[in-house]
């Protein structure tokens, strides 16, 4: 009777260890394909994001380095070099100077802005504001006594991210380019997200001589 239990208690042991399951192929490869899939769908989700994070960014930086253009050409461009500068631009000059386009016909894209000249040493100080069609981008040249400058400032030397393709002035109270008081200015530039994606702004405002 004993070793019939014990038989019987070693056959249940054996059927225990013979009931263990695993996976089959078919199972291992389904899992694969799925998890290939999944992880497909993640990648691409993970690229579109990144895609629309540059276009975006891209997009607001180019809205705010226009902005501070139009706010230089009315303000002044602050020179790193020259610690007591005082910043001329369109609004607080003594005079303003349009000056044309090559090849305009009329359209304006520069503009020279002529601070007080009475200061010993001074008499020919100026800053100009233009747009190079050339480089698509808008320069500022001046000079201060004896020191001159130029820079490109917008878009920034080597930033390849933007261009300008519009900067024009248009005078509003006379059409004598060497004596104005109103400008507007007209402003296009644009983003370039990549070769078949561009994103483009427009900006138009008017500027008043304040002396």
């Excluded at 260890?17 to 089959?24: E, I």
């Excluded at 192929?25 to 998890?35: N, Q, Y």
């Excluded at 790193?80 to 044309?100: C, P």
């Excluded at 400058?149 to 509003?172: H, M, N, S, W």
């Amino acid at each position: 009777m004993i070793k019939a239990i014990r038989n019987l208690k070693l056959r249940d042991r054996c059927h225990l260890f013979d009931n263990t399951s695993g996976l089959t192929l078919a199972e291992v490869l389904a899992g694969i394909v799925v998890s290939t899939i999944l992880i497909g769908l993640a990648a691409v989700a993970i690229m579109t994001f990144y895609s629309k994070y540059v276009e975006l960014s891209y997009f607001a930086d180019l809205q705010q380095e226009a902005y501070d253009l139009i706010e230089t050409v009315k303000y002044g461009y602050p020179f790193e070099e020259l610690q007591d500068y005082v910043f001329i631009g369109a609004t607080n000059a003594d005079s303003l100077r349009l000056e044309e386009l090559p090849g305009g016909w009329g359209t304006y894209s520069g503009i020279r802005c002529i601070p007080d000249r009475s200061a010993m040493g001074h008499a020919y100080d100026f800053v100009r504001y233009y747009w190079r069609r050339y480089d698509q981008a808008v320069f500022v040249e001046a000079r201060y006594g004896i020191r001159y400058y130029q820079e490109q400032i917008f878009p920034k030397r080597g930033d390849d991210r933007f261009a300008v393709t519009e900067f024009t002035i248009t005078p509003l109270d006379v059409y004598d380019p060497n004596n104005v008081r109103a400008i507007r200015v007209d402003l296009k530039a644009e983003a370039v997200i990549s070769d078949e994606k561009k994103k483009e702004i427009s900006y138009s405002t008017i500027i008043t001589r304040g002396r």
